[in-house]
């Protein structure tokens, strides 16, 4: 393809940019479902029903529903709103998970909880931290049904089996959409999940069908800049990153050597989950957020980073998201200095804004 006809599509692309933003419907009349069992909601999607009609991309989205991708079902992990927060950050941590829908004791449907939450419910200990706080008493043994009615940060958006992956697209794509909870037709309870991972999991399975031209995109292109994100040196407090986190809204960031510059780790929210382990919990944030994570997932070894080159293309960037299971990838420039990230909202929302999909197969 020569260069003037590819700088062509590329514009022809571009035009799809002003394609206003969907929203999707919610249903408010929720259950809970009578049997549980454990399933990590980053391996609901394992079964791919590509419709044989589908020509293009915006073809197989149209026509493939919920119930197409959730072909091998289980039931999802659940918590109860009178668990502690205690106990429900164990349950996460033992099945995997970052998420999972919360029910009082009438199985009705709270809404969704996940570690932006927590942090959340906890910053105000952070921030009034004394001796009249407990640490045990006032955030680990609180009812996790408090963290749900005080975090407003994430909306939960239910769809049925028969939603399109277009409108599922449409509302993951959208900033703090990160799942949507999926509808048990006989009652209505929340019987799956799926998340935004689930999305770049499909596309990844269904490389073939992309456009080559949307394949050829950089990171460049849709990377979100440097300026816009921030690093966290070594030697900071894990009480100071998390403040960085609350306050920037965010639920990670790259952990960075204080000496080479360079990304050593990755600090999120979900790491949270480590203050199960027990121990003085407060002394615990005074700790370098490295000894943090070193304690928290119990190991002396640092987690290596999950890094993508500005010059990669989105083709790679689906495999290694899909074949890692990260939630971001650090952008990282040929010399190992930090340049910025790619997170999977940016991304859905770059192939969504590129579809040129016409409004009509829009949600309402």
Not at 268 to 295: H, I, N, R, Y
Not at 349 to 356: E, Q, V
Request: hydrophobic share 35%; net charge negative; with cysteine.
């Amino acid at each position: 393809m020569s260069a003037s006809k590819q700088q062509l599509q590329r514009e022809q692309l571009g035009q799809c940019d002003k394609q206003e933003t969907f929203t999707s419907q919610g249903v408010v009349s929720l259950g809970a479902p009578s049997q549980i069992q454990k399933l990590s909601e980053e391996e609901n999607v394992v079964g791919y029903v590509v419709p044989a009609k589908a020509k293009n991309l915006s073809q197989l989205l149209e026509n493939t529903t919920v119930d197409d991708v959730l072909a091998h079902r289980g039931h999802l992990v659940t918590l109860n709103d009178t668990d502690s927060v205690n106990e429900a950050l164990r349950t996460l941590r033992d099945s995997g998970v970052s998420s999972a829908p919360v029910y009082d004791v009438g199985h009705k449907f709270m809404g969704m909880v996940d570690m932006k939450d927590f942090l959340e419910y906890l910053f105000p200990l952070l921030e009034k931290r004394g001796d009249d706080v407990d640490f045990d008493e006032d955030f680990l043994k609180q009812p996790v049904g408090n963290v749900v009615e005080s975090s407003r940060s994430n909306p939960t958006v239910m769809v049925d089996h028969g939603t399109t992956l277009l409108s599922v697209l449409n509302t993951l794509s959208q900033d703090r959409n990160y799942r949507v909870g999926v509808l048990e037709r006989k009652d209505h309870t929340v019987f799956n999940i799926v998340s935004q991972l689930s999305l770049i999991k499909f596309f990844a399975k269904n490389i073939s069908i992309f456009p080559e031209i949307l394949l050829s995109f950089r990171v460049v292109d849709f990377m979100e800049q440097m300026v816009e994100s921030f690093s966290i040196p070594s030697d900071t407090t894990t009480l100071k990153t998390l403040k960085y986190l609350h306050r920037e809204q965010i639920s990670g960031a790259p952990v960075v050597d204080c000496i080479s510059g360079q990304i050593i780790d990755t600090f999120s929210c979900t790491d949270l989950q480590g203050f199960v382990f027990g121990g003085p919990k407060f002394s615990f944030l005074e700790k370098s957020v490295v000894e943090f994570l070193s304690s928290a997932r119990r190991t002396k070894s640092i987690k290596p980073p999950i890094t993508c080159n500005p010059n990669d293309t989105l083709e790679s960037v689906l495999l290694k998201l899909a074949g890692t299971g990260v939630h971001r990838l650090w952008v990282i420039s040929e010399d190992l200095e930090y340049r910025g990230l790619v997170n999977l909202t940016h991304l859905l929302d770059f192939i969504r804004r590129h579809l040129c999909v016409d409004k009509e197969n829009d949600l309402d």
